[in-house]
T-cell receptor, first 112, second 113 residues
């Protein structure tokens, strides 16, 4: 089955800095890669996703890149703000199973 | 207009009791899920239903029984609760069982004492 590794587990940045969270996956057939943000005590929310036929996708201050050859994908947040503080989860969905495999999460702390 | 609503939000109960969590979605999605989030935040799939039919049943104790009366509802009944069942349980839905993002419910924090 699919295996997703997510790094770092904790990331601390100053407001205005950029933050990058990286994930690797094992199944070359995986073709859908969503990212979720979970604020403290709240539900996970889909913030951006990318499919395997695309190398990069942007939405305002967030972007996701996908390298299919190396089997890794990354979340980039620019001009971080305190409200970006949350746990971020990556996931990869194999073509053979539509249930995503989640990474273990990255706790992002943005200091004002 | 909550898209995926779960009740109750908090549930504190004694070991050995039976409890249910309800979930409803008004998005018109075909597929619904139950996830368990442990104290380390790991999200683990438990069940998935597509148009009222069970399609994923991961290795969970048979004390957990899902029920989907229609495609907008997916309930979770837990018998003989144990301390290790304490966690946050999230319901979620997606457009289809293909590669679509999830909309999660607000979660039910279950504490077994």
């Amino acid at each position: 089955g699919e295996n997703v590794e997510q790094h770092p587990s904790t990331l601390s940045v100053q407001e205005g800095d950029s933050a990058v969270i990286k994930c690797t996956y094992s199944d070359s057939a995986s073709n859908y890669f969503p990212w979720y943000k979970q604020e403290l005590g709240k539900r996970p929310q889909l913030i951006i996703d990318i499919r395997s036929n695309v190398g990069e996708k942007k939405d305002q201050r967030i972007a996701v890149t996908l390298n299919k050859t190396a089997k890794h994908f990354s979340l980039h947040i620019t001009e971080t703000q305190p409200e970006d503080s949350a746990v971020y989860f990556c996931a990869a969905t194999s073509g053979g199973s539509y249930i995503p495999t989640f990474g273990r999460g990255t706790s992002l702390i943005v200091h004002p | 207009d909550t898209a995926v609503s779960q009740t109750p939000k908090y549930l504190v109960t004694q070991m050995g009791n039976d409890k249910s969590i309800k979930c409803e979605q008004n998005l018109g999605h075909d597929t619904m899920y139950w996830y368990k989030q442990d104290s380390k935040k790991f999200l683990k799939i438990m069940f998935s239903y597509n148009n009222k039919e069970l399609i994923i049943n991961e290795t969970v104790p048979n004390r957990f029984s899902p029920k989907s009366p229609d495609k907008a509802h997916l309930n979770l009944h837990i018998n003989s609760l144990e301390l290790g069942d304490s966690a946050v349980y999230f319901c979620a839905s997606s457009q289809n069982k293909g590669n679509y993002g999830y909309t999660f419910g607000s979660g039910t924090r279950l504490t077994v004492v």
